[in-house]
Structure formats: C-alpha cells, structure tokens
C-alpha cells in the first residue's frame, strides 16, 4: 500500500490515544467518523516500530448509515465500535489479488449465515439452500465483494460464539456505486484503496481494526 498524505486526517495521533490493543499487534487499522451518527468514514492504517506507531495510510471510507453503535444487532444498519480481529480468511469474488492471508475465491452457493436461529449464525456457508434470515448469497453481490475481509466481529476471537442477535457478516468490502455509499454496517473503501489494503495486512503481524467514533477513541 502507497504511504499517502496525511494532511486530510487526524494523524498519527490517531493510533497513540488507543490503549486496548494487544501487545503483539504490529499492524494497525482505525476506522472514526465526527460523531456516532455520520456514514462518513476516514480509514488509518499504521505499522508499529519499536514502540511507535508510523502512519501509513488515509483513506476515505464508509460506515453504516446509522452511524456507529456500542450495541450493533441484527438487521439494524450501524457498524459496531470496538477493536477487533480480522478473520483468517478473505474471499471475494474475483481472484486473490495478492493478498497474504488465505484467499477463498467466491462461487455458487456460497454464503454468509446471518440467521441467529442457525446454529451456523454468523459464518461462512457452502450450501445450496439459503440458511435463512437475511443471509448473504455472497457470489452475488457485485462489486461490493469482489473482495473483502473478515471483520471478527460477533465471531472468535472476539466472543467464544456468536451472539444471537447480535449481528453478523461485518466486512471490510468495495463500494457498492462509484464514489461510495452508506453500508449495512460494513467498512466500505474504493476498489483500488481495498485491494491496497487487503495486500499490506499481514496475518503475522496481528493485525488489529478499531471501529469508533474520533472524539472517543480513547475508550479503545
């Protein structure tokens, strides 16, 4: 990913007002907006060295359009705060494009479980019955999966189980229409700005993404 200005964003400051991280993450996404109620995002990534964090990137992006919340559930439109893993595989539907995770080219019959009646709640499915509720044919939806990555909300390592309830299939995905849009509750970047991403995230580094509003990521 290109080191990019970073006169359009909060800076590196971002990354220094966060206090839950896990000790062995050495990559860094930030996810604010001005407030709980704006689909307007920046996205920041930085890379720790020593114990610094150097800006890397920032990059316009999109959030729910709700906003954030502390208390996401199904079906409701806002992206939930919090600091969370990514999940150990991407997908999409076009080929990896160089990503350094595993990569899980997406087909027929592939979708995102977002039945909280299912035992399957919140996961990735081949079937070729739809699992119910509103689960994702996710070979369909095109472009906003051309690729994307896990956000490991409501899923492990996060919670031992997925919540019912408490929402599911929270992706780091393209626009859905050129020059963006409010999501679901997604993290939404332009084509070239994801692919940029998903190849600089390093599964060995521990990647971590924070989701939150700027005036209180001090909670994180």
Do not use: K
Not at 69 to 83: L, M, N, R, W, Y
Not at 134 to 141: N, Q
Request: include cysteine; proline fraction near 10%.
């Amino acid at each position: 990913m290109e080191r990019e200005s970073l006169d359009s964003g909060p800076g590196p400051s971002t990354a220094s007002r966060l206090t839950r991280l896990p000790p062995h993450t050495d990559q860094l996404v930030v996810v604010t907006g001005d407030g709980w109620r704006t689909s307007h995002a920046t996205l920041e990534t930085f890379v720790r060295t020593g114990s610094r964090w150097d800006a890397v990137a920032v990059l316009p992006a999109w959030i729910g359009a709700d906003g954030f919340s502390d208390a996401h559930v199904e079906g409701v439109p806002t992206t939930p705060t919090g600091v969370f893993a990514f999940g150990p595989t991407m997908y999409g539907i076009s080929p990896d494009p160089g990503v350094r995770f595993p990569y899980h080219l997406l087909g027929p019959d592939h979708w995102w479980n977002a039945n909280p009646d299912s035992s399957a709640y919140n996961t990735f499915q081949h079937t070729g019955t739809n699992p119910g509720g509103e689960s994702e044919a996710l070979w369909r939806e095109v472009p906003a999966y051309t690729h994307l990555a896990v956000i490991a909300y409501n899923m492990p390592p996060t919670v031992a189980a997925p919540v019912p309830y408490a929402g599911s299939g929270i992706f780091l995905h393209e626009f859905s229409r050129p020059g963006g849009n409010a999501t679901a509750g997604c993290v939404a970047l332009s084509h070239d700005d994801l692919v940029g991403v998903l190849r600089w995230l390093d599964p060995a580094a521990s990647p971590r993404i924070v989701l939150a509003p700027r005036q209180h990521l001090g909670r994180y």
